[in-house]
């Protein structure tokens, strides 16, 4: 097939991890400013539908954000934790709220969030637990697609939401419902990233022999394909068992089991995928604190989404610091959900200790 042709910079500064980029990867990373972008507010209040009561909704904890460019600024959907529930993760409520960026740095919110739990066909798959984890990319016909965890504090699974200005959103429920015969309509999963390709300044979900495909998983990672982008199927062996792509290595900052991060980019060296990598405490990176979070880099083929070519050794970006490895996740984190191009660069947006979000960026080659 026909691929846009994308330069990746290789500009040779300290990144955030030390590491320079190899010819397929995007980065060295370095950071704009030493401080998050998006923190907590207390003062923000939201008149809840379900508990039909005014709710502190993103006073505790704001981090793992989506991005997208759109009207030449940067928006980023965050996950934003109200002071509901008991303090210890995952036992308050989630909503995304939404901001706006000039300059990829400085944000302005929304004053409410623009998706939450509500009383609707999804209340029993997202309440009370919310919703998780956002990433999002823009379909061919230019409406935005995310894929998100619904969790109600008993399973969760990855939900498909469609909008056309970012604000209203359209729920479908979980992503392989009634996926071959319903077998997977139990199954606990979380993590999808969509396959796009670099437009302009836009990345938009991409077609591989005809369809589109999703990387999906932590413990190892999956694939899945649509006609649609919102109804999948998991990619199966022939013993009709999702296949991994992705797995842990021992002594690497993935020992513990690797996760998808923000939607993967088509180029034409391959499909570059940004990943999360969790630190096994054990059997892991001895540069890295015990069950760390970092981001690291593979490659897939282009013309089979399920070949991985290549794959970093050390992390693009990890937990250094001090708001990166203080908060509700005291070991540490750099979780990559959001990743963009604008104004010639690379900008990767990050849930920094599961409290706040982050932001590094890359220059790119014009």
Same mark, same amino acid.
């Given at each position: 097939?026909?691929?846009?042709?994308?330069?990746?910079?290789?500009?040779?500064? %300290?990144? /955030?991890?030390?590491q320079s980029a190899t010819p397929w990867q995007l980065g060295p990373f370095t950071r704009p400013i030493s401080a998050p972008v998006i923190s907590p507010n207390k003062s923000s209040t939201f008149d809840d539908p379900i508990r039909h009561a005014p709710v502190h909704w993103e006073s505790l904890h704001t981090f793992n954000p989506a991005a997208i460019v759109r009207d030449g600024k940067i928006f980023v959907l965050y996950r934003a934790?109200?002071? =509901?529930?008991?303090?210890?993760?995952?036992?308050?409520?989630?909503?995304?709220?939404?901001?706006?960026?000039?300059?990829?740095?400085?944000?302005? #919110?929304?004053?409410?969030?623009?998706?939450?739990? /509500?009383?609707?066909?999804?209340?029993?798959?997202?309440?009370?637990?919310?919703?998780?984890?956002?990433?999002?990319?823009?379909?061919?016909?230019?409406?935005?697609?995310?894929?998100?965890?619904?969790?109600?504090?008993?399973?969760?699974?990855?939900?498909?939401?469609?909008?056309?200005?970012?604000?209203?959103?359209?729920?479908?429920?979980?992503?392989?419902?009634?996926?071959?015969?319903?077998?997977?309509?139990?199954?606990?999963?979380?993590?999808?990233?969509?396959? %796009?390709?670099?437009?302009?300044?836009?990345?938009?979900?991409?077609?591989?022999?005809?369809?589109?495909?999703?990387?999906?998983?932590?413990?190892?990672?999956?694939?899945?394909?649509?006609?649609?982008?919102?109804?999948?199927?998991?990619?199966?062996?022939?013993?009709?068992?999702?296949?991994?792509?992705?797995? #842990?290595?021992?002594?690497?900052?993935?020992?513990?089991?690797?996760?998808?991060?923000?939607?993967?980019?088509? %180029?034409?060296?391959?499909?570059?995928?940004?990943?999360?990598?969790?630190?096994?405490?054990?059997?892991?990176?001895?540069?890295?604190?015990?069950?760390?979070?970092?981001?690291?880099?593979?490659?897939?083929?282009?013309?089979?989404?399920?070949?991985?070519?290549?794959?970093?050794?050390?992390?693009?970006?990890?937990?250094?610091?001090?708001?990166?490895?203080?908060?509700?996740?005291?070991?540490? =984190?750099?979780?990559?959900?959001?990743?963009? #191009?604008?104004?010639?660069?690379?900008?990767?947006?990050?849930?920094? /200790?599961?409290?706040?979000?982050?932001?590094?960026?890359?220059?790119?080659?014009?």
């Open positions: 097939m026909k691929l846009p042709i994308l330069a990746f910079a290789l500009i040779l500064t %300290t990144s /955030a991890s030390s934790e109200d002071d =509901t529930g008991e303090m210890q993760i995952g036992l308050h409520t989630s909503r995304l709220g939404l901001a706006s960026s000039a300059d990829g740095v400085h944000f302005i #919110r929304q004053p409410q969030p623009v998706f939450y739990p /509500a009383a609707d066909a999804q209340r029993s798959r997202e309440w009370p637990g919310g919703v998780e984890d956002p990433r999002i990319v823009e379909s061919p016909d230019h409406t935005y697609v995310i894929t998100y965890t619904q969790w109600n504090r008993i399973t969760y699974s990855i939900g498909i939401a469609t909008s056309k200005d970012l604000i209203h959103w359209t729920k479908f429920g979980p992503a392989f419902s009634s996926s071959n015969g319903g077998k997977y309509d139990h199954l606990q999963y979380k993590s999808g990233g969509i396959v %796009t390709q670099l437009v302009g300044d836009h990345l938009v979900a991409a077609r591989i022999q005809g369809k589109f495909w999703m990387y999906w998983g932590e413990g190892a990672i999956h694939l899945a394909t649509s006609p649609d982008l919102i109804h999948w199927s998991p990619v199966e062996d022939a013993t009709g068992t999702p296949i991994e792509v992705l797995t #842990r290595r021992p002594g690497h900052f993935d020992s513990g089991f690797p996760e998808t991060g923000p939607p993967p980019i088509l %180029t034409p060296a391959g499909i570059v995928m940004l990943y999360n990598g969790k630190n096994d405490p054990d059997h892991g990176d001895p540069t890295l604190g015990p069950n760390a979070y970092a981001a690291g880099q593979a490659l897939f083929a282009a013309d089979d989404p399920s070949k991985l070519i290549a794959r970093d050794d050390a992390p693009s970006l990890k937990p250094e610091e001090p708001f990166e490895k203080t908060g509700q996740y005291a070991a540490g =984190t750099t979780f990559a959900e959001g990743l963009v #191009r604008f104004h010639h660069r690379w900008f990767l947006y990050y849930g920094c /200790a599961d409290s706040a979000v982050g932001v590094v960026q890359s220059p790119v080659a014009p």
